[in-house]
């Protein structure tokens, strides 16, 4: 009797745990967005004038309602992007970061994103686009942002949002990440039921 009612116990307590990457070209904000990410959900994020590029990756580990969510935050330096496929069979969401306030970097950044989604491993998981950097004068908006990166076009087939974000304040990041974690509850959700 006590080991079923223990069983049911940690079966109520038991949390989800739903695993993202975080992903964009080098310099866009990626390490800065997972730091905050930490301090808006109560855990001790790096001041951001202590972050170093990111050379491999980092993994942040962050409890948002009754979801753990597993994010990883991948090198985004040419040389590392080849590697970036060993993590898509694992993730429920792809978060994409962009500098909007580096048109030089645009096209950049689009072709990553297009050749990162067009993965097979990553057939219909839900994308958030964050466009950072959105305190900058110079910042592209959210629509010419998507008029850029086509995604009405390139990114129909899955569920997709392009938020406006300043990931060294803070600003639009939680919003932007409960959007994602909602979305790949569904499709984590769609994807078991698939294997039953």
Known sequence: MFSLLSGLWQWLLQKEERRMVLLGVDNAGKTTTLEKLKSLFGLKGMPPERIPPTIGFNIGRI???????????????????????NYYSEVQGVMFIVDSADPTRIEE?????????????????????????????EALSIQELSRLFEFERLFSERPFHVHPCCALQG???????RWLLAEADKFARSQSNLQK
């Open 63 to 85: 409890q948002i309602d009754k979801v753990i969510a597993v994010f990883w935050d991948l090198g985004g330096h040419s040389s590392f992007r080849s590697v970036w496929h």
């Open 109 to 137: 950044a689009k072709a990553t994103l297009v050749e990162v989604i067009s993965h097979d491993k990553l057939q219909g998981v839900p994308l958030l686009c964050l466009a950072n950097k959105q305190d900058k004068p």
């Open 171 to 177: 600003q639009g990041l939680e919003a932007g990440v």
